[in-house]
């Protein structure tokens, strides 16, 4: 401050000192402090009385305190402020997300819906368009029109395999993929699939030389179905295992996870998988575009045949799944959504990945699995077993 020192006002009410404070100081006096002041007040009003402390505005010495640093001004004040300022980012960020301002209005109902389930807004777009020349009037997605052209538009964005036995066009399959992606799981699931539920002959094989436990992991699968499990160390070892397995209608071939950015070890895969070996690229759906896109490239040197899709349950926003769909090299062949053994694996539909797409069906619905699964009491005893 400069000048004159801050002068303090008593009054009855607070009108009154504000009277006080306009006379003494002008219009634009700058309020420091206001309080009402314990028991009786200056004219023994019960109460108290209050107190204002002012200066003239020409008094003040500006002093500009950065945004980042809050020294000089009362911690509390900084503290609520940020909270508040937090808040309103928050609340800016949720309606740009989910506002639909750029779409026509008409369509805001659908719009909302799509974006809710993480739909991708290029796809929206595309959406709308169609909807437009399929002369589609705008409605909610439970209207009975609107649904059944979105259901065509997101059911010919994914490409599947042709049926449950089609999925297979070898009777040797390899599944690869990145670290962590399901492989070892999905093919005990797959190899339950067959012998139990299909009554089909199956045999387990790992290349993997990497992961001891994901090995006994897979043998311990093998032994509770009571199929072959063998592993192979080198391209020709695993030639020969395969002339061995010759008779056996399905072998499923468990390959060591590595990193998109291992080019080398692609090339050393690629190195195993041939002659006749059909390759399942195994992603998990739950990984970003562009991780996704990421493993792709990396794997392209497979040339992979399918893709198995898995962690649909753990994937927040379906709509993603139609953004996927665009990134991924084949057609899928099976999709899960979960560690059950045997269950949890469903052989991939076009219709079910729309709806689910659409956010109007839900992984898990009731009667779904039960219709896919092996057979309830050799299922059972294949979940007892490994537990």
Not at 246 to 271: C, K, N, P, Y
Request: hydrophobic letters at 40%.
């Amino acid at each position: 401050m400069s000048g004159a020192s801050p002068k303090t006002f008593h009054a009855e009410t607070m009108q009154q000192a504000l009277a006080k404070v306009r006379r003494e100081l002008g219009p634009d006096a700058v309020i420091l402090r206001t309080r009402q002041l314990p028991g009786q007040g200056v004219v023994g009003r019960k109460g108290g009385a209050v107190e204002i402390t002012a200066v003239m505005e020409t008094q003040i010495a500006p002093r500009l305190v950065p945004a980042s640093d809050p020294r000089g001004a009362e911690p509390q004040v900084v503290s609520s402020l940020q909270e508040r300022l937090d808040a309103m980012t928050q609340m800016l960020d949720q309606l740009q997300r989910f506002t639909p301002t750029e779409f026509p209005k008409p369509w805001f109902s659908l719009v909302s819906h799509l974006r809710r389930v993480e739909t991708p807004d290029d796809i929206i777009r595309s959406l709308i368009t169609f909807l437009d020349q399929e002369h589609i009037d705008p409605g909610p997605i439970d209207d009975i029109l609107v649904r059944e052209a979105t259901t065509r538009f997101f059911t010919d964005r994914f490409e599947v395999a042709p049926s449950l036995e089609g999925a297979f066009h070898s009777p040797v399959v390899a599944l690869v993929g990145p670290t962590g992606s399901g492989k070892t799981t999905s093919i005990a699931k797959l190899a339950a699939r067959a012998c139990v539920g299909q009554g089909r002959s199956a045999a387990l094989v790992t290349i993997d030389s990497y992961r001891i436990a994901a090995t006994e992991q897979l043998r311990t699968y093998a032994e509770i179905l009571g199929i072959e499990f063998r592993s192979a160390s080198s391209p020709k070892q695993l030639r020969t295992v395969l002339e061995e397995l010759v008779s056996v209608d399905l072998v499923l071939i468990d390959t060591a996870g590595r990193s998109a950015s291992d080019h080398q070890r692609a090339h050393e895969l690629a190195t195993y998988l041939k002659g006749g070996i059909e390759t399942h690229l195994v992603l998990p759906a739950n990984t970003r575009d562009s991780s996704l896109k990421a493993i792709v490239e990396s794997f392209s040197v497979l040339s992979c045949d399918r893709v198995l899709l898995t962690k649909l349950d753990e994937l927040p926003g379906k709509g993603a799944l139609a953004g996927i769909a665009g990134i991924l090299p084949c057609p899928i062949s099976y999709m899960t959504s979960g560690q059950d053994v045997p269950d949890d694996i469903e052989p991939a539909d076009a219709a079910r990945l729309a709806e689910l797409a659409m956010g109007i069906d839900a992984i898990g619905r009731p009667g779904e699995k039960g219709t896919h699964r092996p057979g309830v009491g050799a299922a059972k005893t294949v979940r007892q077993a490994i537990a």
